[in-house]
Structure formats: C-alpha cells, structure tokens
C-alpha cells in the first residue's frame, strides 16, 4: 500500500478507539469525515496547503502582469481596509518556491495583496502574515493563470495588460498570434487589439499623465492616423508637446492634462487644418487728404466698410465713389 494511501487509512482508523457516537449530530460529523475521506481517495477533491509567510520573503515574479511600481496606498486602500475588517487576506497568493536565492516564493499572483499586508505591517499592524498557495508551474502556466486571474479586473491597466501579452507571444508562443489566442481561449481579433496597443509609440504612451489611463480604444481610434505618414507626424508632434506639459505638472509646476483631453488633441491634430481667410488691414477712402472716410477691409470674398455715424452725405458719396474708383483699377 502507498504512504498515500496509509496516511488517509491512519486517518480513518485514528477515530475508531473513540467512544461511539451518542447522539444523531456526533454520527452526522462521522459521516461528514468518512466522506471527505472518501473524496480523497477517488480523486474529487484536492487538498491544498496554505503558508502564512512574511511578504519579505516573497518577491515578484519578473513576468509579473501588474507593475508593482504603481501600487499605492490609495489604489490598495479597498484591500487594505478589506484585510483589516476581516482580521486576515482572505484569498491566498499563488507562489512558486525559489531555491538558493534571496528570496524563498516568487508572487505569480497576488501583487496587491503582498503590498496590502506589506503595508499593514510597516504601519502598526505586525500581526498580518501573507497568506500563500506554493504551486509547480512553468513560466507559460504562470503566464495564464495571472491572466486568467487578472483579465477582468479593473484594476489592472488595458497597456500592462497589453504589454505583458506582447512579451508572451515572443516568450512562449514563437510569435504566433493564433496559438496565443488558443491557449488563452480568446478571439485572435481580441488579442489583436492589445497587441496593437502595446505597440503604441513611446510619444504617445508619455503623453498621458499615467500607462494606467491608456485605453484599448485609445490605440483603436490612433492606429489608423499613425499608418498614415502626415497624420503620424502631426499626432506625434502633439503628443510631444502634451509629454513636456505632463512633465513638468510631475516636477509640480502646473497641472496634468486628463486622459480624455489627451486623446482629444492628439485625434485633433491628425485632422486637416482649416486655412484662415487672410484679413487684409485696410484701406482708408476719403474726399481728401486729412478728412474722415470709409474705412474697407477684406476677408476671403467680403469686404466690410465703417464710418464715422455723423459723417456728412457729400463726404460719405465722395468717399464711396473714391472706393469705386479703386475697384476698377
């Protein structure tokens, strides 16, 4: 018999020198336990064990799909808050273990609540423990499960989203899109779409305040002006001068301009420009020298005339025949 096997019968066996159950909810626990044990030995259920360790002894997995950088205390407060009214982190980390190095788990899953119970420890609250499931994965099994986990959840950005798949596809799939799409079990035209918004010039990433306002859409709407070489360079140049602007409002010198703003101008700048109608500066008709007149001015096909209210009729006619005059020459 396999030492499985002897650890659920040691299991099983290790109640049998107990009084017998006196009463229907003693033999409804015995039932209880005979069954789980059951589900055991046919497979059904799969136990798990659970570490409570210090966050410090865990670090982030390199292919890590959320950046850690931009966790803060106000992003975290929900889960936070959430730990300390429930006097623990309810859903463990996924990990794997690391051998002769720093570190003893490498976080697959769980960036957030690593820098939750973190931060509860660094602020008065020594007692929490980061609560962790130590699994045997590959690097592409990794890779899907912090998908699978992270795909719709809103606090993870649509570009580290895109970012991470577009490292993938070259890590694990040989740049085969179809392949990606397959194991992910999403549409190829989906994968598609965050493809292309990883690919998104550097101008336009820096133009938003943070990669955590760029949007899916935002790269749909832009992918058809930056295929087009005029339109590229009037998007890019705007987004540049956006870059400089979110820059300095970093070095606290002015304010950020909105991710709605930013998209606005840089579809903006890739439309034609309208040409203004050259206003000429005037021209000054009178009887004579010296006296009050017409003054004409032109735009585009218009031309405008003032004067004076209390100009005299004679002076007014004469200056209006002068205009005459001019247009025949």
């Known amino acids: 018999m396999s030492k499985k096997h002897d650890a659920i019968f040691d299991d099983v066996l290790s109640g049998l020198d107990a009084p017998a159950p006196t009463s229907d909810r003693a ?12 589900e055991r030995m046919s497979g ?16 982030m997995w390199e292919r890590h799909n959320r950046d850690y950088a931009l966790l803060t205390e ?30 003893e788990f490498e976080v697959i899953c769980g960036a957030r609540r690593h820098f939750a119970v973190t931060w509860l420890r660094a602020n008065n609250y020594p007692q929490f423990r980061y609560l962790v499931e130590v699994r045997d ?26 970012v991470d798949y577009a490292e993938a596809i070259k890590l694990y ?38 990669k955590r306002d760029i949007r899916e859409r935002h790269a749909r709407a832009l992918k058809p002006l930056l295929g087009n070489p005029e339109q590229a360079a009037a998007v890019l140049e705007e987004a540049r001068f956006i870059a400089a602007t979110q820059a300095r409002a970093a070095r606290g010198k002015g304010g950020y301009v909105e991710a709605q703003e930013v998209f606005r101008r840089l579809t903006a700048a890739a439309r034609p420009k309208t040409k203004t109608p050259k206003v000429s500066t005037g021209k000054l008709f009178a009887r004579s020298t010296g006296e009050r007149g017409i ?12 004067f004076d209210a209390d100009l005299s009729d004679a002076a007014l006619r004469a200056a209006f025949e002068s205009y005459l005059k001019s247009r025949k020459n």
């Open 27 to 38: 033999g409804a626990r015995f039932l209880k336990r005979s069954t789980s044990i059951g």
């Open 44 to 59: 059904e259920r799969q136990e798990k064990t659970l570490h409570l360790v210090d966050p410090a002894r865990c670090r």
């Open 74 to 103: 106000e992003n975290c407060r929900d889960l936070i808050d959430g730990i300390k009214a429930q006097g623990q982190q309810e859903f463990p980390a996924i990990v794997r273990r690391l051998e002769g190095e720093e570190h």
């Open 137 to 162: 994965l590959t690097d592409e099994e990794a890779f899907r499960l912090a998908d699978i986990e992270n795909r719709d959840r809103e606090d993870i950005s649509d570009y580290e989203r895109a």
């Open 173 to 210: 799939y040989g740049g085969a899109q179809k392949a990606m799409a397959e194991r992910l079990e999403v549409s190829p035209p989906w994968l598609s779409r965050y493809l292309a918004l990883a690919r998104m010039p550097e101008e336009v990433v820096n133009a938003f305040a943070s």
């Open 295 to 306: 003054h004409v001015t032109r735009s585009g096909k218009q031309v405008r005339m003032a």
